[in-house]
């Protein structure tokens, strides 16, 4: 089976950098996803790492440790239209998805 | 405009109604995908559908029925609900199938509130 851990609130200000950690135990795994969602809105992609090490992708970025079972995603110049849930994803080697509970992100102005 | 939609947005039903939920997906994609999104919890793959054939059943009870008349549209048939099973229903597209390579991004629409009374 699957199963994967995140903080479940962070809170931070506005221009801060956040660091949003996440740890999976998995069988196959194949790839760590990152999704945010806004209050009332639908999941949306935000990154994926097949392989270890860092992927940037503008103000984010996502970091996977095979060896270590772990992920983050970094936020940086945050903005308060970066409040949402972020949820990290597995992707087991069948393509399925194993979402996390999600991290409420508060920022603060 | 994520290129998914899902009717109704919203839907209250008595446990002994039956009812549908609808998603079509504009993307030209080859999978779709019913997820269940409980409060507090995470989000629970239901149904996956690659080139119109069923390819996942999470062990989900029989009261929820999938349908996929074609690789654009996917249903889900609802019967005799419990008032556990309210929850934000998300549909979900995919251009590849899951079991390819790569991050099989995914496409969710914006979900079916369902209030079961």
């Known amino acids: 089976g699957q199963s994967l851990e995140q903080p479940s609130e962070v809170t931070a200000v506005e221009g801060a950098i956040v660091q949003i950690n996440c740890t999976y135990q998995t069988s196959g795994f194949y790839g760590l996803s990152w999704y945010q969602q806004h209050d009332g809105g639908a999941p949306t992609f935000l990154s994926y790492n097949g392989l270890d090490g860092l992927e940037e992708t503008g103000r984010f970025s996502s970091f996977l440790s095979r060896s270590d079972s772990y992920g983050y995603l970094l936020l940086q110049e945050l903005q308060m239209k970066d409040s949402a849930s972020y949820f990290c994803?597995?992707?087991?080697?069948?393509?399925?998805?194993?979402f996390g509970s999600g991290t409420q992100l508060t920022v603060l102005p | 405009e994520t290129g998914v939609t899902q009717t109704p947005r919203h839907l209250v039903m008595g446990m002994t109604n039956k009812k549908s939920l609808k998603c079509e997906q504009h993307l030209g994609h080859n999978a779709m995908y019913w997820y269940k999104q409980s409060a507090k919890k995470p989000l629970e793959l239901m149904f996956v559908?690659?080139?119109?054939?069923?390819?996942e059943n999470n062990s989900v009870p029989s009261r929820f029925s999938p349908e996929c008349p074609n690789s654009s549209h996917l249903f889900l048939h609802l019967h005799t609900l419990q008032p556990e099973d309210s929850a934000l229903y998300l549909c979900?597209?995919?251009?590849?199938?899951?079991?390819?390579?790569?991050?099989?991004?995914?496409?969710f629409g914006p979900g079916t509130r369902l209030t079961v009374l």
């Open positions: 559908y690659s080139l119109e054939e069923r390819v």
């Open positions: 994803a597995v992707k087991s080697s069948s393509g399925q998805l194993t």
């Open positions: 979900a597209s995919s251009h590849s199938p899951p079991t390819s390579g790569g991050n099989n991004e995914q496409f």
